[in-house]
């Protein structure tokens, strides 16, 4: 007898307006022409746990790959920052131990003073993680300083189950099979590797071309939008 097989998915709610109203408002942001005074930056976040070798790995020979021990040994969990701005087809990865508030918080810092000093504001698409709220702002700075930063963002979260809309998710996956796919057990040395991923990256590949319209949504995924009842 054939083992069932199941796989993870995110599957939207049907006829949910909630998800719908999220949807379209992220699409509507992704057809916005460039613009370097209101740049569109996504963000997602992923943790790397942590872990080292108890044994040398045994290093590949021809026709064989690299072979290492299934015992190791945990060494903490890291949290990995993923922002891209689609249409320059820019990327920065930032690694942190922690995945608080204060972590948000710092890197929005991060984002607006260093990547984008002279932009009017920035329009940041994300995910609705509770750390992910201008509130965070306040529980890292002074008042006047999480003001001028909240006052400088323009914020639109995808639904929830619907993280397949955040552009940042899909250059995360690519982060991850290229660069965290394998045993690393220092801080140091996964931002090391990120920082490299980062620029490989924005050297061969350009910016995003998003094609999925609310015009398409309301075709193909139909079946989430809810019935008008008049």
């Known amino acids: 007898m054939k083992p069932h097989l199941r796989q993870c998915w995110c599957i939207p709610p049907e006829h949910s307006a909630e998800f719908v109203a999220a949807m379209e408002d992220v699409l509507e942001v ?7 005074a209101r740049p569109v930056v996504c963000m997602d976040e992923t943790s790397k746990q942590l872990v080292a070798e108890v044994r ?5 020979a021809p026709g064989q790959c690299e072979r290492y021990d299934v015992e190791y040994e945990r060494c ?22 922690h995945r608080a508030r204060l972590d948000w918080a710092g890197q929005m810092r991060h984002l607006l003073e260093v990547d984008y000093p002279r932009a009017e504001a920035v329009v940041l698409v ?5 750390t ?10 002074e008042p006047a300083v999480a ?4 006052q400088r963002l323009e914020i639109h979260h995808t639904p929830k189950h619907g993280s397949w809309l955040n ?15 394998r045993r690393m057990d220092r801080v140091e040395g996964l931002q090391t590797e990120c920082s490299a991923w980062d620029r490989d990256r924005n050297e061969q590949q350009k910016g995003v071309d998003w094609q999925f319209t609310t015009a398409d949504a309301r075709i193909k995924l139909k079946r989430l939008y809810p019935h008008i009842q008049m």
């Open 76 to 97: 903490g969990v890291a949290e990995v920052f993923l922002f891209t701005e689609p249409l320059a087809g820019w990327r920065r990865t930032a690694v942190t131990a």
């Open 147 to 150: 003001r001028s930063l909240a």
């Open 126 to 130: 994300m995910d609705n993680l509770n």
């Open 30 to 36: 992704y057809c916005r022409p460039y613009d370097p």
């Open 167 to 181: 552009i940042a998710e899909i250059e995360l996956g690519v982060l991850v099979r290229q660069c965290l796919d």
């Open 56 to 60: 040398p790995p045994i290093a590949p």
């Open 132 to 141: 992910h709220h201008p509130a965070s702002l306040y529980e890292a700075f």
